[in-house]
């Protein structure tokens, strides 16, 4: 049975979507041409080779969220200009999915993006899938005021922005630790896990709900 008509999700108002990892899967190498650009920007930014730019990237990842945030917190660094270079990449390799489309637009309520991206990019995301028109907004880094998911502030913002009751909203998100957060406030919980067979995992962390291998299989029921 589809989400849009299943009992557990027949109190949910608003259906919030991660972006990346998300809305497409990981074998289109989107994530590994913007983690490059994000290395390639550390390494001009720091004048150091590639491996270094590599380890600095992941240090600034872990501590703040999103290199980025270590590179505004330490540095100062301009976000905008930042964020236009590391979104430089091809999505040729996206494909539009209607099994996608039509998922989406089945589910009743209204439907936002939680993106640690910004939104030119995102729409970028969103036009390669196929999925223009279907989302009310989204919130992007910027609107967070820089401080990412999984940082409770963006969520309470979020909430705010758009006055959503966390009892009825409900999250997808392939990151599981940017679930915990969704969670505290109320939201129902989808985790969607590329590492492991959907119906076999049992180290689920406590705060997913549900645990998915891909959101248009989940919302549609057949695979592609
Ligand atoms: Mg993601």
């Known amino acids: 049975m589809s989400p849009a008509s299943h009992p557990d999700f027949g109190h949910i108002e608003t259906w919030i979507f991660d972006l990346d ?43 703040y969220g999103t290199t980025l945030g270590g590179l505004m917190a330490e540095h100062g660094v301009d ?12 999505l040729s390799l996206l494909r539009p999915c209607d099994r996608l489309r039509a998922g989406i637009e089945a589910l009743p309520g209204r439907k936002l993006i939680f993106t640690n991206a910004d ?25 967070m005021t820089h401080r990412p998911k999984p940082s409770m502030d963006s969520y309470h913002a979020l909430c705010h922005q758009f ?23 109320g939201m129902t919980t989808i985790w969607v896990n590329h590492a492991a067979d ?27």
Do not use: C
């Open 21 to 63: 990892l998300t809305l497409y899967a990981p074998e289109h190498g989107i994530m590994e041409q913007v983690r490059n650009r994000i290395a390639d920007y550390v390494e001009d930014y720091f004048k150091v080779d590639g491996e270094r730019a590599h380890q600095i990237r992941y240090d600034y990842w872990r501590k």
């Open 79 to 90: 976000p905008h200009g930042y964020l236009d270079f590391v979104h430089d990449v091809d």
């Open 198 to 224: 959907a119906e076999s995992s049992d180290d689920r962390p406590h705060y997913v709900d549900h645990e998915i291998d891909d959101v248009a299989h989940w919302l549609v029921g057949t695979k592609e």
């Open 163 to 185: 006055d959503i009751d966390p009892a009825a909203a409900l999250f997808v998100e392939d990151s599981a630790h940017n679930l915990e957060p969704a969670k505290k406030l």
């Open 119 to 143: 939104a030119p990019y995102a729409r970028r995301v969103l036009t390669a899938r196929g999925l223009d028109g279907l989302f009310e907004d989204i919130f992007d880094i910027h609107r």
